[in-house]
């Protein structure tokens, strides 16, 4: 429990995070994984190198100092950072590691005069307290998914079955479990956790699932990154091949809701809107899916997508290349998604349930644009690991 005087201490350090949390964040990753080569595999080291990690740990940080009096307030927060951790299989043992280099960095970034012992006892009991609410919740997550029909602890055995070639940089797999047994039903929108070792090193990835549950394998579907390590391993993997998975796991995912549907993907973000898809179209639902893909070679599951159309009335469909030559596939429009061209796709009635995924500058493009069209803030839903104000 802290005390009145850690609290104060720990709200005094805001002002600094505000001005240099990701300087901290950045040297405090610097020192975890040069020193503590074992928890390497549970970090993506180009998210490293863009920044995005020290960005969004600092916002952590930073949301966590803030609220240290109401912590109920964190809001999504805590749920957003446990799902992560279970998909990568983050672990009790793993976070005396996190918390003594945490302590490190603040004392080496802001200095002794600022980081008195006083202020570095205070983040240690406050370090202390988030831990103890992330493992409880981690196991709880753990445990309720072990316990579940088809569910499992750590890391499973899951071979490729069958691997799809799906655009000129989408590859879908197909993969069972090895024991032959049943899987984890899983929501539309979630995402699995796999281990891979390449060159002798040890990689774990989220990857969203591409299909709805159907209790005996999973699909994922993988876009080939330039200079990705892990998505350029799984291209080259074939069907037979093996790997380890860690059971579903996320947040942004399909919610019961009889409003019209709106479903909105850029690039390999249409992979957890096309498991939405699939739930979706079993009911009555109006459901207006629209994509966005650089041309039509990196279009993937377009034909999915019309032979759903041509099935279930209440579905339509929206094409946007930034692309296009006369002898491709026709889209709905060429260039990038404006207010409105959106405004023509949407729903008449702005009462609707909109979920949007892709590139960062297309999320915060969408995301402006839904407000300004009327669509209520509190019916979209996105996946971003980070401050939702980084897409202002």
């Avoid at 074992?38 to 600092?58: K, T, Y």
């Avoid at 992979?271 to 459901?287: F, G, H, K, N």
């Avoid at 279930?312 to 260039?335: I, M, N, W």
């Amino acid at each position: 429990m802290l005390s009145a005087e850690q609290r104060a201490l720990i709200k005094a350090t805001v002002p600094l995070l505000e001005t240099g949390g990701e300087a901290l964040t950045s040297h405090f990753y610097k020192l975890m994984l040069a020193e503590h080569p074992e928890v390497r595999p549970l970090f993506n080291q180009a998210h490293q190198a863009s920044g995005d990690q020290p960005r969004a740990l600092a916002n952590g940080v930073l949301m966590y100092a803030k609220h240290i009096d109401r912590l109920d307030q964190l809001g999504g927060l805590v749920s957003q950072v446990v799902n992560k951790h279970v998909a990568l299989q983050v672990l009790p043992e793993h976070y005396p590691i996190v918390g003594s280099c945490l302590l490190r960095a603040i004392r080496e970034v802001l200095g002794a005069e600022i980081a008195t012992d006083e202020v570095i006892e205070a983040w240690a009991a406050a370090y202390g307290q988030l831990a103890d609410i992330l493992i409880s919740t981690e196991e709880q997550r753990y445990s309720a998914t072990a316990d579940a029909p088809g569910g499992w602890r750590g890391a499973r055995r899951f071979r490729i079955v069958r691997k799809v070639v799906e655009s000129a940089e989408i590859v879908s797999f197909y993969l069972e479990p090895e024991d032959g047994g049943a899987v984890v039903a899983h929501k539309p929108g979630q995402y699995i956790g796999l281990r891979l070792q390449v060159d002798g090193q040890e990689l774990r990835r989220n990857y969203s699932l591409s299909a709805a549950s159907n209790g005996r394998n999973y699909r994922i579907s993988v876009k080939r990154e330039p200079g990705g390590v892990a998505s350029n391993a799984l291209h080259g993997m074939e069907q037979g091949q093996s790997l380890d998975l860690f059971a579903p796991a996320g947040e942004f995912t399909l919610q019961p809701s009889d409003k019209p549907l709106v479903l909105i993907s850029g690039g390999v973000g249409i992979t957890p809107t096309l498991a939405m898809l699939e739930e979706a179209v079993t009911t009555d639902r109006p459901i207006h899916f629209i994509h966005c893909a650089r041309n039509a070679d990196a279009h993937a599951f377009r034909q999915t997508i019309d032979a759903l159309a041509e099935q279930h009335t209440q579905l339509k469909r929206f094409y946007c290349y930034d692309e296009h030559h006369s002898s491709e596939a026709q889209p709905d429009a060429v260039g990038l998604m404006t207010e409105e061209r959106l405004d023509a796709w949407l729903p008449a009635d702005r009462d609707l349930d909109a979920y949007f995924l892709g590139p960062k500058p297309f999320m915060a493009a969408i995301r402006r644009q839904l407000r300004t069209l009327g669509v209520p803030e509190h019916q979209t839903r996105f996946e971003f690991f980070g401050p939702a104000s980084a897409l202002e």
